[in-house]
Nanobody
């Protein structure tokens, strides 16, 4: 089976920075994409950024030029560097790994989430 564990969440002042980590373990077969999502109470979970096994990245418009996603394939770990944080970034951040091709995507696996709170 596959397990994802997020870490690095916490309380940060507006304008500050935070780095999230997600370590994957288990049977990581054909799981070529790792991604970060976030969710606040009463709202849908939204994609923040994702990265493929060959380094292609994608970002939500709301975090472009502020957040950077990266991965260390040897460690099966994905990171999210968050800069210039705003109160709107407050949410539970979730890690996900899944398979995506030109024709389909799988549900994959989810972590349990880590809380990020921005004070103002």
């Amino acid at each position: 089976q596959v397990q994802l564990v997020e870490s690095g969440g916490g309380l940060v002042q507006a304008g500050g920075s935070l780095r999230l980590s997600c370590a994957a373990s288990g049977r990581l077969v054909n799981l070529n994409v790792m991604a970060w999502y976030r969710q606040t109470p009463g709202n849908e979970r939204e994609l923040v950024a994702d990265i493929t096994d060959d380094g292609r990245t994608n970002y939500a418009d709301s975090v472009k030029d502020r957040f950077t996603i990266s991965r260390d394939s040897a460690k099966n770990t994905v990171y999210l560097q968050m800069n210039s944080l705003k109160s709107e970034d407050t949410a539970v951040y979730y890690c996900r790994t899944f398979r995506r091709t030109s024709t389909y995507s799988t549900v994959g696996y989810w972590g349990r989430g880590t809380q990020v709170t921005i004070s103002s």
